[in-house]
């Protein structure tokens, strides 16, 4: 059933590469694509939004409740000691993920959301004062800039936004004009959502530092798609979600310097984050706990490092490989469609197509290849500075991921000719 | 007729298409601007009520084709109506896109409006056909400046 159609003249396709990559296999680890939707196979492109599970996280999560459900840290009885095992053990499976220096680097919280929220809430409440500046691009997500927005009134700062070109790409000139000795943090995506472009990070970070700036780097897109080394970018903080790297949902991870993280002011208070609580005096916890107030998502955490575990068993590189693969297959087949725009065309782009089509509103499509088995996402995709800038009020977006596959991408297309064809 | 057939009949794609009254009205008596923020859709409603009766009714816009569609329908079937008989269009109207698919649609009170009774199959599309007719009760409570942004309603599913 998911023998690939290698289509003549397409440079695209190595035939010899394809084979390598074993997709059937990999689409029986997600139960959850064998789903009839509407009666027709589930084709599951809104990846970008979430991700699937693997068979092996969600046995985790049943076998968590099942049979080791208990609080952390603190119990004396077994299970507890189980549970605090588990949970510990995916903080390092995470920090190796991302090769950070320590495990104590490693902060769970809700998502990417919470831990931009935690540190503009925590370093830029502490840091930033009255004509202070952080600087963000065009092209981030609300959760990337209303964070900023909040300190910013709050603190007297002022958020400073780098321009994108028509492409999607950051103006690198305008961003280096935009850095000075006021600038104190920098938060950028890594891989945006909506346009799918990869940012020069490492470029960007280095620019940053040269004016005194910590840099913040939103990982929420980038970790599924691209090995990370936190070391060698030496970015200052960089956060992600667990449920778009195949884990569950309500958990995520903020990673900050240690030296860093041990200056910021807690975010929350509670239990697990202080170390003696007296009403004259309260001493926190070390770190990573000095963030992490009150019961956490222990499940979610153990979840999260065994969809690192799943990710590893078929490599990060072989991953990263195939998905630019079908991108390229989908960006020539899609190009090929009259009427379709790809609104994003970075030279370095991830598994992220956004289209529009002239005369169709994105709703419109959204529903017809709903009724065709085929979830995509439409809308401003939480970017409306991007679909402002433009001119847009919304596109549609195809995501691929590593469980997707070229026949998918061929009926995709030719559902999207139907839709084309139903409103000329 | 399929699901997919229901939803975009032939009338709702030629009023895409081609939407009557499309266009504003210079001084309207009545105006209301509606806003659905999940979709982006947007629509300027333009009316001219002279003694409790709408004359004139005009629209402008962007949106997808089901709101496009919706609202082309009801401004030809608002002129020469009065305000209770707008009124209770909407409340008939409402009342059919939001019912569960079992229940029969009174096609003969409805009339050209129950094209639009197939949104009841696609629950996140039943805002797209009520948005022009929330706009146009802004418009006769004279909630003229608000935007409207209609949260998301009970569609049984």
Redesign the interface.
Known sequence: MFKFKIQEGLKVIQPGQLVEFPVAQIRGDFPILQRIV?NKPLIYFDNAATTQKPRSVIDTITNYYTSYNSNIHRGVHYLSQLATDDYEKARKIIQKFINAGSSDEIIYTRGATESINLVAATYGRANLKSGDEVLISYMEHHSNIVPWQIICEQTGAKLIVAPIDDNGDIILEEFNKLLNDRTKIVSIVHISNSLGTINPIKEIIDRGHRYGAVVLIDGAQSVQHAKIDVKTLDCDFFVFSGHKIYGPTGIGVLYGKRAILEKMPPYQGGGDMIKSVRFERTIYNDLPYKFEAGTPNIVGAIGLGEAIDYLHSIGIEAIANYETRLLNYATHVISEIPGVEIIGKAKHKSSVISFVIVG?????IG??LD?DGIAIR???HCTEPV?HRYGI??TSRASFAFYNTFEEIDYFAESLKKVIK??S | MNEIQELYQQVILDHNKNPRNFGAIEHPSHFAEGHNPLCGDHLDLYMNIEEGIIKEVRFNGSGCAISKASASVMTTILKNKTITEAQELFKSFQEAVTSDTETLIDEINLGKLAVFCGVREFPARVKCASLPWHTLINALEGKQESSIEIQSENHGK
């Open positions: 509407h169709i509103h994105p709703h419109d529903t017809m009724v439409t809308g401003h679909m009020p919304a139903m409103f």
